[in-house]
């Protein structure tokens, strides 16, 4: 699942036409007084069978993203600010994200309650670079003040992303936010909007403990200064 738009197949129908060519016999030559016989009686056509319509099958259950509930964000203006954090860094693949993000976030929240800190706000996940295959993200939890003591290791103190940003709220299971981002992508599309290479998920149901497939998510797109969302 990367912000890039969602690769489309477009289905082409072909159509072929045979033409059947039919040679006419020669007629034999009549001998003198002969007339031609009559021309044979042309047998009425029969009537083709009706066709029994096809039965109609029901098409497969597929798994589908949470409907928006009134009040949910779709491209509305937002200022983010920065926060400080503590956040893992690391790189995975589309097909293992959710693995991947939720098993970073144990390991930032292993941190915080060894060293008895409290979250200040919701866990987010940074995305700071993404192609059809991976990305590189930051698994992040805000923290009220940075500790005394910073982190070592594979743990991180640092600052959230700041600046213009647009807003989108998801529900249902992480896999359909590829649904979401499709959309994201046509809506920029549509405004003409141009967005930085970063992008925000923040999780208002904890991914670590939630049912997986009923999530909600903000979506936050950063934009190039100097635009607004007329929507």
Known sequence: MSFLSAPRSVGAVAAAVTLALFLTPSTPQLS???????????????PPEATPPAAVQPAPDTPQAAPAQPGDAFGQDTALTAKTIIYVKGSGTWDKAFDTITGSFKKVKAYLDKEGLKADGMPMTIFTATDDTG???????????????????????????EGQALKFVHRGSYGDLDNTYEAITNYLDDKRMEAKDMFIEEYVTDPVTADATKLVVNVYVLIKAGQTSPG
Do not use: V
């Open 135 to 161: 990305f590189d993200y930051e698994a992040a939890i805000p923290i009220a003040e940075a500790p005394k003591n910073p982190p070592h290791g594979e743990i991180n103190l640092g600052q959230s992303p």
């Open 32 to 46: 003198w007084g002969q007339t031609a016989p009559p021309p044979a009686a042309t047998p009425p056509a029969t």
